[in-house]
């Protein structure tokens, strides 16, 4: 019953900045750690950066590749994550998953995962 919905994928020039969101809907009691991950054809699937859910805007953890160039914030009152990316280089382009460990009416955390949105970074 819970769904986490993706958008804001697309096709970007290198140099350029996109932004995702994720919307987590459904029988939510909280929300804890949210998150990006990404996968590139051929790879496997990698961390891009977290958000906890403490304190305001809750604190972050990111790829050492992305430090710099991506930023990772969230909204609670709309259980929404985001990732803005910025200086975005052709290496970036990968399918983009978001995360969420949720609380949900099994009174039970439970890991979540969106369906994915392809980002392209023409060089």
């Known amino acids: 019953q819970v769904q986490l919905v993706e958008s804001g994928g697309g096709l970007v020039q290198a140099g350029g900045s996109l932004r995702l969101s994720c919307a987590a809907s459904?029988?939510?009691?909280?929300?804890?750690?949210m998150g990006w991950y990404r996968q590139a054809p051929g790879k496997e699937r990698e961390l891009v950066a977290l958000?906890?859910?403490?304190?305001?805007?809750?604190?972050?953890n990111y790829a050492d590749s992305m430090k710099g160039r991506f930023t990772i914030s969230r909204d609670n009152a709309k259980n929404t994550v985001y990732l803005q990316m910025s200086s975005l280089k052709p290496e970036d382009t990968a399918v983009y998953y978001c995360?969420?460990?949720?609380?949900?009416?099994?009174?039970?955390?439970?890991?979540?995962w969106g369906q994915g949105t392809q980002v392209t970074v023409s060089s």
């Open positions: 995360h969420a460990r949720i609380l949900g009416s099994m009174r039970r955390f439970d890991d979540y």
């Open positions: 459904g029988s939510i009691l909280s929300i804890n750690r």
């Open positions: 958000i906890s859910s403490g304190g305001i805007g809750g604190s972050t």
